[in-house]
């Protein structure tokens, strides 16, 4: 067995109809064979990450619960590390949420939970780290949400984040939230740097960041696909409104 990528187009005569097909069937076999081998690496790394990761988040937590007893002047420098190690275990947790998509294997945890206090939490998390920001939030939903609130958690955190990071120039971002009939709406809006048109499609492709911004704004490119698939998994929907220099407009929709 051997894969193949294949493609054809129908050829059609004046009436509309096909006379003709033109085709090419490609082998890819080794870009898919180093792709498995690829992935196979990112699982097991990360995993194997987890541990140490794990085990340095615990000794500066003891720490930092030392230096805040004796007031110690070199606190910030714990803070910030201990900021350093919150992000790579969050990088990790998303190599290891691609491996659980390629294998189908990136369940949900359903429960009845208060949506707006996720949110609210969400917020105030982001806005302790994000001081140069100002985020506005308006709307509620009216009831209770049976959802996976640690994945809706993700999204909008990943959302956030991102409104802040591509919004230097910029103090405030916008949050709103509409409950539509049997629908929750969050939309999360920024005045940031945009994306160009031709790149809306492609925005929440695995891997994909904007040619030449990559080496300005830090990220792997794998956010907006997990969350993408978050949202599908929820039976919702994802999507961007965005112009350069305007800023963006992410906003997902899922049923209550």
Same mark, same amino acid.
């Given at each position: 067995?051997?894969?193949?990528?294949?493609?054809?187009?129908?050829?059609?005569?004046?009436?509309?109809?096909?006379?003709?097909?033109?085709?090419?069937?490609?082998?890819?076999?080794?870009?898919?064979?180093?792709? +498995?081998?690829?992935?196979?690496?990112?699982?097991?790394?990360?995993?194997?990450?987890?541990?140490?990761?794990?085990?340095?988040?615990?000794?500066?937590?003891?720490v930092k619960l030392n230096m805040e007893k004796t007031k110690n002047g070199n606190l910030?420098?714990?803070?910030?590390?201990?900021?350093?190690?919150?992000?790579?275990?969050?990088?990790?947790?998303?190599?290891?949420?691609?491996?659980? @998509?390629?294998?189908?294997?990136?369940?949900?945890?359903?429960?009845?939970?208060?949506?707006?206090?996720?949110?609210?939490?969400?917020?105030?998390?982001? +806005?302790l780290i994000t001081p140069d920001h100002k985020i506005i939030l308006t709307g509620a939903?009216?009831?209770?949400?049976?959802?996976?609130?640690?994945?809706?958690?993700?999204?909008?955190?990943?959302?956030?984040?991102?409104?802040?990071?591509?919004?230097?120039?910029?103090?405030?971002?916008?949050?709103?939230?509409? +409950?539509?009939?049997?629908?929750?709406?969050?939309?999360?809006?920024?005045?940031?740097?945009? @994306?160009?048109?031709?790149?809306?499609?492609?925005?929440?492709?695995?891997?994909?960041?904007?040619?030449?911004?990559?080496? +300005?704004?830090?990220?792997?490119?794998?956010?907006?696909?997990?969350?993408?698939?978050?949202?599908?998994?929820?039976?919702?929907?994802?999507?961007?409104?965005?112009?350069?220099?305007?800023?963006?407009?992410?906003?997902?929709?899922?049923?209550?």
């Amino acid at each position: 067995m051997r894969w193949h990528l294949c493609r054809a187009t129908a050829i059609r005569n004046d009436e509309g109809n096909v006379t003709s097909w033109v085709g090419a069937a490609v082998d890819i076999h080794d870009h898919k064979t180093k792709e +498995q081998v690829k992935d196979e690496f990112i699982s097991i790394a990360s995993h194997e990450l987890k541990t140490p990761l794990t085990t340095a988040k615990a000794y500066i937590e003891l720490v930092k619960l030392n230096m805040e007893k004796t007031k110690n002047g070199n606190l910030l420098y714990i803070q910030k590390a201990g900021e350093s190690i919150n992000r790579l275990n969050d990088l990790i947790g998303e190599l290891l949420d691609v491996n659980k @998509i390629k294998s189908g294997k990136l369940d949900l945890r359903i429960s009845k939970f208060d949506f707006n206090e996720m949110i609210s939490s969400s917020i105030e998390g982001i +806005q302790l780290i994000t001081p140069d920001h100002k985020i506005i939030l308006t709307g509620a939903v009216k009831e209770w949400v049976t959802a996976d609130r640690e994945r809706l958690q993700q999204v909008f955190l990943n959302l956030l984040t991102n409104a802040v990071k591509y919004s230097p120039n910029t103090d405030k971002v916008f949050v709103n939230i509409v +409950q539509e009939n049997s629908e929750v709406k969050v939309s999360v809006i920024d005045s940031g740097i945009g @994306i160009l048109k031709e790149n809306i499609s492609k925005i929440f492709t695995m891997y994909y960041r904007e040619e030449g911004r990559a080496l +300005q704004f830090q990220g792997l490119g794998i956010g907006l696909s997990i969350s993408h698939e978050i949202i599908q998994r929820h039976k919702g929907k994802i999507w961007v409104d965005s112009e350069v220099d305007k800023g963006s407009t992410f906003s997902f929709t899922f049923p209550i």
